[in-house]
């Protein structure tokens, strides 16, 4: 059965045919790629991977004299801001190491 034979498309140009083809062409790909689509993501949904291990705790210590209390704490960035009574201890916590202490005078 040849292209002129179907009834379908007898009546047909030979461009308007060609488009045709083209559209079912075009619908056969469309579905497949619905169909992967929901494979895809029944398959993500069903092989999660494991969780990334947490960071171990990080530790520093500011050095404070005996008697000394942290007052307030500020974070910004990657710095943290350690307010005591007597200084300002300013805290890189990527590299875990103090930048600077800024002495506060008393009056």
Do not use: C, F
Request: aromatic letters at 2%; glycine letters at 6%.
């Amino acid at each position: 059965m040849t292209e002129t034979d179907n009834p379908q498309t007898a009546g047909l140009p030979p461009g308007a045919r060609m488009l045709l083809r083209a559209v079912y062409i075009m619908g056969v790909i469309l579905v497949l790629l619905v169909l992967a689509l929901i494979i895809g993501i029944v398959w993500k949904a069903s092989h999660v991977s494991e969780k990334a291990p947490t960071p171990a705790e990080a530790a520093i210590n500011l050095g404070l004299p005996a008697g000394e209390s942290v007052s307030q704490v500020a974070l910004d960035g990657d710095r943290l801001a350690v307010t005591t009574s007597n200084q300002i201890i300013i805290v890189d916590i990527r590299k875990n190491q103090i930048i600077s202490r800024l002495k506060l005078k008393t009056p």
